[in-house]
Each structure stands twice: as C-alpha cells, then as structure tokens.
T-cell receptor, first 113, second 114 residues
C-alpha cells in the first residue's frame, strides 16, 4: 500500500528565505507526482505535475524535483513571500494512472514579514 | 469560470439527516473524483468515475454513502443518516484520462454534523 510522508509538518521562515519541502513515498512505481497548495478552508490548487519519466518541473519561483528510485520529491521555493503562507500537499498517482491520488498530510508554511 | 465547481460550499446538518453535494467538473474532463479531508490530514479517496461508470470505491465509502454521475457530466454525493464523524471537507476533482491525468480540484464542500 502506497504511503506518502511529508517533512516537516510545519515550517516558519522569514520573508526572502529560500526553502525546501520534502515528500517521500514508499512504492516507487508511480505514474506522476503533484504538488498542491491549500489555503485555510479552501480547495487545492495544483502547483506542479511531474511525470514519472521527468526529473524536475519549474514554475516561477517554484521548482519540484523527483527521484523515483529513492521515493523522494522536493519542492523548492525561492525568495519566499508572506503570500506563500499555506499548506503544501504532495500526492502520487500509482503506476497506471488509473487509480486516484495518494496524499501526504502536508507541510504548513508560514512566511513572516 | 471554467474550473471545477461544487455546491453548496458549506452545509450544517443535524445527525441523522441526509445531505447531497454536487460537483461540476471541467467540461471536457471524463474523470471525476471524490475525496474527503479532515482537519490536519491530507485528502483521502472516496470514489471515482470515468464518464458515467463508477470505477472504484474506497473502503471509506460505507453503505450510507452513494455517488452518481448521470450522463457523465456532473456528479452527486449523498450521505444518508449523517453521523458526527462525517464532518469533513468533501473535495471533488476532475481530469482528462490519457492527458497526464493531472487532477484539478474544486473549492470543496464543508460539512458540519451537529
């Protein structure tokens, strides 16, 4: 059974700092991995999607990497801003793409001005 | 707005009552998913459809839960005889099979059972 773990559970950083969020998964046979952002009481916003054949994806100040063989992904946020404060969720889609996402519990990020 | 929409956004009900939620996916998406999220946890899968066919149901989906997707468009999730443990955020997502399967989520329906 696939399990996804995110470390740390919570993180507080001063504005402007670069930071890394970690995600690990137990079964390396994945189809893709998605990083989401969730603001309190809201739905999920997709940030980045990495297919299993890819090593990384970039969008603006965000960069996500994937090491499928070791079961790890990182989300790098450059020059953090108070508006980045949210919960960041990692989710994997098992191998065929025909089964639903398995989520981690998320990392709650606070960026202090 | 061409994203995933859900209605209602909030629902407060008394224990034992039935509730129904609606999800409208992105129009060209053939897959629709329901997830449940409790406080401090990641979303957990409940069920999903490809077009009008319900392809998989989680063991979390007890007999009190039923979902439909008539005509492969919008979907409804009904909870009968609600319990306090049903209080959660119910999230709907859609995707296009064969196009990377990237899932797009709606704003969710917050259910509170008193």
């Amino acid at each position: 059974k696939q399990e996804v773990t995110q470390i740390p559970a919570a993180l507080s950083v001063p504005e402007g700092e670069n930071l890394v969020l970690n995600c690990s998964f137990t079964d390396s046979a994945i189809y893709n991995l998605q990083w989401f952002r969730q603001d309190p009481g809201k739905g999920l916003t997709s940030l980045l999607l990495i297919q299993s054949s890819q090593r990384e994806q970039t969008s603006g100040r965000l960069n996500a990497s994937l090491d499928k063989s070791s079961g790890r992904s990182t989300l790098y946020i450059a020059a953090s801003q108070p508006g980045d404060s949210a919960t960041y969720l990692c989710a994997v889609s098992p191998s065929s793409g025909n089964t639903p996402l398995v989520f981690g519990k998320g990392t709650r990020l606070s960026v202090i001005a | 707005d061409t994203g995933v929409s859900q209605d209602p956004r909030h629902k407060i009900t008394k224990r034992g009552q039935n509730v129904t939620f609606r999800c409208d996916p992105i129009s060209e998406h053939n897959r629709l998913y329901w997830y449940r999220q409790t406080l401090g946890q990641g979303p957990e899968f409940l069920t999903y459809f490809q077009n009008e066919a319900q392809l998989e149901k989680s063991r979390l989906l007890s007999d009190r839960f039923s979902a439909e997707r008539p005509k492969g468009s919008f979907s409804t999730l009904e909870i009968q005889r609600t319990e306090q443990g049903d209080s959660a955020m119910y999230l709907c997502a859609s995707s296009l099979a064969g196009a990377g399967y990237e899932q797009y989520f709606g704003p969710g329906t917050r259910l509170t059972v008193t």
